[in-house]
């Protein structure tokens, strides 16, 4: 039955709401309106208990509903009536909380399928407890047959039965934090959730605004097995496993939370600054973290190594960004020495989270090392993702025999022009930093399993001293250098059409740390046994 008479709901204290619902009464069968403010979470809930499944669908579609949870915080959800009886029969905890008694703000006495809720909390618990079990009943089911697929080494099906349970365990979670299920993506399903459970976010890697590292990863093995092709990406299992675990607790917590809400009414933003107190006490490096956030957008700050050499400190940052990567970083580092003066040095490192990620195959060891919580001393939020590390991770040196040749062969170019006859010296400053730069990407990978792009020489530099500080033992060939030194080089990174004007006094400096860093590589890499089977011509 519709009424035509002016309705005013005073507990909304909402006027855009009284007038949209005042309309909706007018054209549709609504039953009833469910409304409870939530003042302990960030959204209270308003039910509308209506006739049609049809209407309730198109309903649910309306773009008002979604702009009255963006500006007012408040869920609305359409539920048609027989799904909501038939939840409120299987016990379903979001209904028993969201449509009680107590909670009605509208209920037209014209039909007779209204919902009634006035059992006791001995009455309900059966029912709750029946629901709980039935979700761990189906859980285990998914997670046995997994079980059986890594003991089988299944790769693909492991990862598509993986995708599965936590698409069964993100149902469960939608439905007891939104009120249903949204049939979208992995992906899609877990960005809207973090409105809900923010802490959703710590536990996947972005690689866009609705996409992840671990749902790329279900959907490239799903490619792989329609196209009858097998997927080895076993190190990532416990990954996964961790991820779908901690979506799992999500949902314990949730059928927690509930509960004790629906026992209690039965018997009766900011972002965080990490800082630990004695880093914070550091004028200089709290002016660092202040002009690094001017300058980019900054998720987190590592400060992952410190060392005092005479008068001078050296930081070293680890950066992960929201976007970008090295190269922007070295306006901030030049900054940053300009501000604070010679005495303080800054290496700073910046990736993307997941950047990061994406190339834990070939660098873990090294991230693993510097990102941990004793040395974060920013974070712009408490639910940024943790990192999926892979178990059983064996650091590897891909590629480095390319790198200590690219290094050697130009030694080797360096020395052709400085002994020739003529002393034609042209272009012998680029070489001479070309060396420089590939030295010190080359022994930072071998000490680190770490390749730094795009920094400038003097954090290179630096980067070498963290990996093993008796690379000092050479600090005074570059402080003896007739300029100064890393000025020099990074002059050198930029071709000019010129005539370069060198004599031996200037180039004699330059084949004696050519001479010492490239017997330190050889030392290293050869003597050391890290290449084992390079052979030399």
Sequence with gaps: MKTKEKLLFP???????????????????????????????????????????????????????????????????????TRLHHRFSLGDPFIELYCQSSAVIYQNNGFKNSLVSGRNWEKYKKRFNTYKD?????????????????????????FTSYERLIGFDLDYLEELYCGNKSGLSLGERITNLIEYVPVIQKYFVRSSYSNYYLTD??????????????????EMYEAVGIAQQKIFHLIEERFEELKKNVKKIRFEKHAVLCQTPDKSKDIILSAAIEAILNSTEVEEIYLFHQVTYGERISYYLMLIVTVGN???????????????????NFVLLSHSRYWIQKNLYQYQSFFVSIVKNEYLIYSASK??????????????????????????????????????????????????????????????????????????????????????SDIRKYDYLLEQFWTDFFPYLDKNMRLYHK??????????????????????????IIKGGVLSNFEQN
């Excluded at 939530?38 to 006739?51: A, G, R």
């Excluded at 499944?53 to 649910?60: E, M, N, R, V």
């Excluded at 170019?413 to 070489?431: C, K, R, S």
């Design 11 to 81: 507990k909304l204290e909402n006027e855009f709401l009284d007038n949209l619902l005042g309309q909706l009464v007018n054209k549709h069968n609504v039953i009833q309106m469910f409304f409870t403010k939530n003042p302990s979470s960030k959204f209270s809930y308003l039910i509308i208990h209506i006739e049609s499944s049809i209407d309730a669908k198109q309903l649910q579609q309306n773009k008002w509903v979604s702009k009255v949870r963006r500006l007012y915080q408040i869920v609305v959800l359409f539920i048609y009536s």
């Design 326 to 344: 090295n190269e922007k970083i070295k306006s901030i580092s030049e900054s940053l020495k300009y501000k604070t003066g010679d005495k303080y």
């Design 383 to 468: 639910y940024f993702a943790e990192f999926h590390w892979e178990t059983n991770h064996d650091p590897y040196h891909a590629d480095l025999y390319f790198y200590y040749t690219s290094t050697k062969n130009t030694a080797s170019q360096f020395y052709t022009i400085v002994n020739n006859a003529e002393e034609n010296y042209q272009g012998l400053d680029t070489l001479f930093t070309l060396f420089f730069i590939s030295f010190c990407r080359t022994y930072i990978f071998v000490k680190t399993y770490y390749l730094p792009n795009d920094l400038s020489n003097q954090s290179l530099w630096q980067l070498c001293v963290y990996a093993d």
């Design 217 to 234: 990863l279900f959907k490239k093995a799903k490619e792989a097995t329609d196209d009858d092709e097998l997927i080895y990406r076993d």
């Design 499 to 524: 005539l370069i004007k060198l004599n031996k006094d200037e180039v004699n400096p330059m084949n004696i740390i050519i001479d010492k860093l490239m017997n330190e590589l050889d030392n290293l």
């Design 134 to 158: 039935r979700f761990h009943h189906d859980h285990n089911l998914y997670k046995s047959h997994i079980q059986n697929l890594i003991s089988e080494g299944s790769s693909n099906s492991i």
